[in-house]
């Protein structure tokens, strides 16, 4: 990936006085070496400067252009923050294995990158296994992950499963597969995860998804609900981690066209998320349209619920209410 040389604790400024060039790290309780140390010298203010014989293969050729260092950044902190904020890290025990799903598309590309750009910097003491499922759609072309991962140095799996049939003989011809065929996908992984050892299935859902997928349950399912960063499966045996949930899908995209990754289309089969999913989106971009920024603040809006000022009963004992009466 990138070699981030460490800055002089203070160096020249102008006129020759000394500017302070370092700043306090938070701790994540990780158990790798305390930042700053000799073991592992990473810093918020280390110049990342990409070294040809000492990087990740999956970020060879990267953009030297300011505005993809700021995206490169971006990404970095925005992942890290979710990582830390919703404890994907124990804090203590061994080092876990994560099955970090790629289907192919930018946003997988740009979870598989920036999580291999977090171990790469000591910041994620995991194991990375990453995890093709071809479920068997026409023209799906087989050859492109394996050779992608392979050529990137990247431990993976590739599987073979013919969901696809299974959807075929299932849905009505004119209905959307996309339901069926992500609960059949989503158990195959749930297998391989566990043959695997891993503790988790990390997926590539971004802030977008989440929010697209709150305002579907709102207007079609009549529920306050989202998915969510971090959860456990029904089993109770393994976690499921989406580590984009803060980043944009605009920054997705940016990122892996930047790299130039090779994107496989999500509409091989033919079919495409149902209507709610396309008009909510619709929805949202008008809105970010006439008001740039809404999407972070409805994002901002998830994270601060209170149930005192809703209506479910079942959040908040309203019947238990009682009144401070000074006699």
Not at 17 to 32: H, K, N, Q, R
Not at 68 to 80: D, E, N, W
Not at 317 to 323: P, Y
């Amino acid at each position: 990936m990138q070699v981030y040389q460490e800055v002089p604790a203070r160096r020249p400024g102008r006129g020759g006085a000394s500017v302070d060039d370092t700043a306090p790290i938070p701790d994540m309780g990780y158990t790798c070496q305390p930042y700053g140390t000799k073991a592992n010298p990473l810093n918020q203010r280390h110049i990342m400067l990409d070294q040809p014989d000492d990087i990740h293969p999956l970020f060879e050729g990267a953009p030297k252009t300011t505005e993809f260092r700021k995206l490169r950044k971006r990404l970095i902190r925005q992942t890290r923050e979710a990582v830390e904020q919703y404890g994907m890290v124990a804090r203590d025990g061994p080092s876990p294995k994560w099955l970090v799903c790629l289907s192919g598309g930018k946003d997988s590309y740009t979870l598989l990158a920036v999580l291999h750009e977090l171990k790469w910097r000591g910041l994620l003491p995991v194991d990375l296994l990453a995890c093709n499922l071809d479920q068997g759609q026409p023209g799906f072309p087989a050859t492109v992950l394996p050779e992608f991962l392979t050529q990137m140095q990247v431990p993976h799996r590739i599987e073979y499963q013919d969901t696809y049939s299974i959807v075929m003989d299932k849905i009505p011809a004119g209905r959307t597969f996309c339901a069926l065929c992500s609960r059949l996908r989503r158990g195959n992984l749930y297998r391989i995860a566990r043959e695997e050892g891993c503790s988790a299935v990390v997926l590539g859902h971004h802030r977008d998804d989440i929010l697209e997928t709150f305002f579907i349950n709102l207007f079609h399912g009549g529920r306050l609900a989202t998915m969510p960063p971090k959860l456990v499966n029904e089993e109770g045996d393994l976690f499921v981690y989406r580590p984009l949930a803060h980043v944009s899908e605009a920054d997705c995209e940016k990122f892996a066209k930047a790299m130039n990754y090779p994107i496989i289309p999500c509409d091989l089969c033919g079919s495409q998320d149902g209507l709610q999913r396309q008009q909510v989106k619709q929805i949202l971009d008008g809105w970010e349209a006439s008001s740039p920024g809404r999407r972070q603040v409805m994002f901002r809006a998830l994270m601060n619920a209170r149930p005192s000022h809703l209506l479910d009963p079942k959040l908040f004992d309203f019947a238990g209410l009682t009144r401070d009466i000074q006699n």
